[in-house]
C-alpha cells in the first residue's frame, strides 16, 4: 500500500548483453557523502607523517646503537694513543707503552679487547667479524666489519709524540 505523500522507488534496469541488470539505488554520491570521504581522507593525510615519525622512531630504538658503540670505541682509542708512545700497529693489533705498561688493543673472537701487560680482558667493542689497523701517512686507519653487514672507518692523527 502506498501513503499519500510517499513516493514509491522504481528500480532502475538496465539492459546489457541481453541480461537484466537492477539498480535499486540510483541516487549517486550526494554533495554530504562527498564532503564526508574528503574529510576522511583528508584525517588520514594528515595523521600519514605523525605515524611515519612515530614507526621510524621505533625503529631507530630498537635497533642495535653500533654506531653510537663505534664511537666510543673511536674516542677511547684517540685517547688512548694521545697518551702513549712507543705505537706498534699490526694488522689486527696495536700496542702501545701507557704509564710504562704495555697496552694491546687485539680482534678476540667477535669483538675488539684491551689488555695491559699481557693481562686483563677489556672487551671494548662488540659483534665485530674483521678489524684492520693500518698507518696512512702520518695517521692512524682502523676499519671495521661488523656480524650485521656494517662497515666502518676512522683516521686517527697521531700526535708528535707517538712513532708508528
Known sequence: M????KRRRQPLALKYRDKLLVLTNNNGFTMVESLFVLMIFISMAALFPLIYGTVYRMEEQLAPERRT??????????????????????DEQITFIQEGEVVSIEKYKEGIRRRVGGRGHE????EVSSVQFYPCGSSLCT???FKNGEKERAHLH???GEAI
Do not use: C, D
Open 69 to 90: 658503540e663505534w664511537e666510543l670505541f673511536i674516542l677511547q682509542l684517540r685517547k688512548e694513543l694521545y697518551m702513549s708512545h712507543s705505537l706498534n700497529i699490526t
Open 2 to 5: 502506498i501513503f499519500p505523500g
Open 123 to 126: 672487551i671494548i667493542l662488540q
Open 143 to 145: 676499519r671495521a666489519v
Open 158 to 160: 697521531l700526535f708528535a
